[in-house]
């Protein structure tokens, strides 16, 4: 008897399921302290929580418009304006998406032929791959690299014994371009790395993707996000580039709302209406009740958007210290919900065991960086723990992470 074809098709074979929900299974299952899925214990401004109310009890429960409602689309392009200086069409220039994740689908379904390239950095968010992979496009991807101050490309100590921040080789960035790149995938600041990509590394994915006749997606979903001064840089700021890129971001880490899934993307009218063909039988529309109260929150003050980073900031300092306490190699964030570190030290050379293992040994849930690669074996000692959680939980996070003892 022959064998029955799979069920699946064989593009989407290899993502059958996500770390993510692995991860946060297992944290359930065990108990366990989850700092392996990215998302916020606590709830975000009480203004946005009243807003989602008001509209469901004053009947916003139906169908909103294909590209979102007005006033969503008039507030991302008010925001847009007021941090970035874009200015931006609310009208044609807009697109309102089932949350960054869907935007992202949309985009490169949109815009890709099977056998076009996708040029992204690895380690790199889990649903590029399979959004690329639905397209019958092909990634080529460019390491990140551990990179320890003071040092270039590759990873040996720092003068103080700690590794810090990530880099791209240039080189490396360059010849993954070819004749046949149709987009640039970039995200900036970076999951899971916590890079924030500067000025100068912008400047040359954008002069390559130029060079290249690309179109630069650019996934900004943690903008506000950013540390110890660092600025975020849209790549649409950069001279030139708002003609060739699509920015995604979301409502969910900003607002604290990851469960909502009110996202969206702007660009050139073009290219709005190319990522709003495949949107509109994707989901069609989403969130109706969300979408003013997403509206709202926008134009929360500075205050707000300030308050939120200095505080993740200050957690990000006391994971990151728990962690270099317990033993783990700690590598600098800027930004994100994220750091990366290396158990290696501890004698664990394989993340993803220890991942498996963790919430029964000491009670705290993580993520492998090595499932965020197609280069496995470089990352292959490389956890990633999130940070967007109480003080109070981090703090024993770190208390049970320290019974990590060497082996
Ligand atoms: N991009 C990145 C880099 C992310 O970390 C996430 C995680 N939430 C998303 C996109 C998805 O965003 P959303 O929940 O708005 O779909
Ligand atoms: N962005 C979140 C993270 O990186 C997860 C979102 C998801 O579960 N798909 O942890």
């Not at 056998?115 to 080529?140: C, H, K, M, N, Q």
């Not at 080189?171 to 000025?199: C, I, M, Q, W, Y």
Request: with cysteine.
């Amino acid at each position: 008897m022959s064998e029955r074809r799979p069920y699946l098709n064989a593009r989407m074979a290899p993502f059958t399921s996500t770390i993510f929900a692995e991860m946060s299974a297992l944290a359930v299952r065990t108990g366990a302290i989850n700092l392996g899925q990215g998302f916020p214990d606590t709830d975000g401004p009480q203004l946005i929580l009243d807003a989602a109310s008001e509209a469901i009890h004053g009947g916003a429960n139906q169908y909103p418009p294909g590209p979102g409602i007005p006033a969503l689309r008039v507030a991302v392009a008010e925001h847009q304006k007021r941090f970035y200086s874009l200015d931006l069409d609310p009208d044609t220039e807009i697109l309102i998406t089932a949350g960054a994740t869907e935007a992202i689908a949309a985009t490169i379904l949109a815009l890709c032929e099977p056998g076009d390239e996708v040029v992204t950095f690895e380690p790199y968010y889990d649903s590029y791959a399979a959004s690329i992979a639905l397209a019958g496009a092909e990634r080529r991807t460019v390491r990140l690299r551990p990179r320890p101050a003071g040092a270039t490309w590759e990873r040996d100590d720092a003068a103080d014994g700690r590794a810090v921040g990530f880099q791209f080789d240039p080189d490396e960035l360059a010849a993954a371009f070819s004749d046949r790149t149709r987009l640039v995938l970039l995200n900036t600041p970076h999951n899971p790395t916590g890079k924030v990509f500067s000025r100068d590394e912008l400047e040359l994915i954008a002069r390559l993707a130029t060079e290249h006749d690309a179109v630069v997606v650019t996934d900004e979903v943690y903008e506000h996000l950013t540390f110890d001064g660092r600025p975020h840089i849209p790549m649409a700021t950069l001279p030139g580039m708002a003609d060739r890129t699509v920015t995604i971001s979301s409502a969910g880490k900003t607002f604290s709302v990851t469960g909502w899934k009110i996202g969206w993307l702007h660009g050139p009218a073009e290219l709005v209406a190319a990522a709003r063909a495949v949107k509109q039988f994707l989901t069609y529309v989403s969130g109706g009740p969300l979408q003013p109260a997403v509206a709202a929150a926008l134009g929360l003050d500075d205050a707000f958007y300030t308050t939120l980073a200095a505080d993740l900031q200050r957690k990000r300092d006391l994971l990151s210290a728990g962690l270099r306490a317990a033993g783990f190699d700690v590598f600098a964030t800027s930004g994100t919900y994220f750091v990366i570190t290396d158990a290696a030290p501890l004698g664990f050379d394989d993340g993803i065991e220890l991942c498996q293992r963790l919430p029964e040994l000491i009670g705290v849930a993580a993520v492998p960086v090595s499932v965020f690669c197609d280069d496995k074996d470089s990352t292959r000692s490389l956890v990633r723990f999130a940070y967007c959680k109480r003080d109070e939980v981090l703090r024993e996070a770190v208390d049970r992470l320290s019974g990590l003892s060497v082996r």
